[in-house]
C-alpha cells in the first residue's frame, strides 16, 4: 500500500484512491460529471448488467430462471440530513421512515447460485428510482409494483427460459383490492 493513498480520514476510501492515482479533488469533480450527465441514466446504468445476465442465464439454468423477489424498508429515522425519506405510520404506533427496497436477484434452477440483479427500484418520499421505469406508479403496492416489473422482466429479458417468481412469505400479508397475479413468461 501506498503511504500516499492513505486517509486517516476515510480509510475505507483507499482503494479508491490506489485505483485510479489521481488527486482526490479531480475524482471527485469526474464523479460529478458523471453523476450529472443526463445519459448516465439508471436504465442506461442497468444495460449492460442485463446483458451480462442473459448471458450468464444461458449457461447456469437449465429450464427456469429463478427471480428471487423481495422488498426492504431502509431505515434512516436518525438521518435528518436526507431530504427525500418517506415516511409513514406503522400498525405499532411508530413511524417507519426511510426508503422502501424493491428488487429481484436472478438465481440458477440447477444450484440454485444467484447470477445478478434481474431489476430494481428505491422508492423515496418524491421520486422512484428504477432500472426499468422512469413513471413507476408512486401508490402502487408492493405487489402491484412486482406485477409491472415482472411483466417488465418477461418482455425484455432476453431467454427462452420460463422466469418463476419465488417472493417471501411477506407478501402474504398484503392487502389489495384484487387477487395479483404475475405473468407468464
Known amino acids: 500500500m501506498v503511504k500516499s493513498a492513505i486517509n ?17 479533488m479531480t ?16 436504465k442506461e446504468l442497468h444495460k449492460p448488467l442485463q446483458k451480462h445476465l442473459e448471458q450468464e442465464i ?9 427471480a428471487l423477489e423481495d422488498w426492504s424498508h431502509l431505515d434512516y429515522k436518525n438521518h435528518s440530513s436526507k431530504k427525500e425519506l418517506k ?11 426511510g426508503y422502501d427496497y424493491q428488487g429481484a436477484i436472478a438465481a440458477s434452477d440447477r444450484t440454485g447460485e444467484p ?7 428505491l422508492k423515496t418520499a418524491d421520486n422512484v428510482y428504477s432500472t426499468y421505469d422512469d413513471k413507476i406508479d408512486m401508490n402502487l403496492t408492493h405487489l402491484g409494483e ?3 416489473r415482472a411483466k417488465h422482466m418477461c418482455d425484455t ?7 418463476i417468481h419465488i417472493v417471501d412469505r411477506e407478501s402474504d400479508s398484503e392487502t389489495t383490492a384484487q387477487p395479483q397475479t404475475l405473468p407468464q413468461s
Open 146 to 148: 412486482l406485477r409491472v
Open 87 to 97: 415516511s409513514e405510520n406503522r400498525k405499532d404506533t411508530c413511524m417507519k421512515i
Open 58 to 66: 444461458v449457461s447456469q439454468c437449465d429450464k427456469y430462471v429463478l
Open 115 to 121: 447470477i445478478g440483479v434481474l431489476d430494481h427500484n
Open 157 to 163: 429479458i432476453n431467454t427462452d427460459k420460463k422466469i
Open 27 to 42: 475524482q471527485v469533480q469526474a464523479n460529478w460529471r458523471f453523476l450529472n450527465n443526463p445519459n448516465a441514466t439508471i
Open 8 to 24: 486517516a480520514q476515510q480509510r475505507a476510501t483507499n482503494g479508491l484512491k490506489i485505483l485510479l492515482g489521481t488527486p482526490p
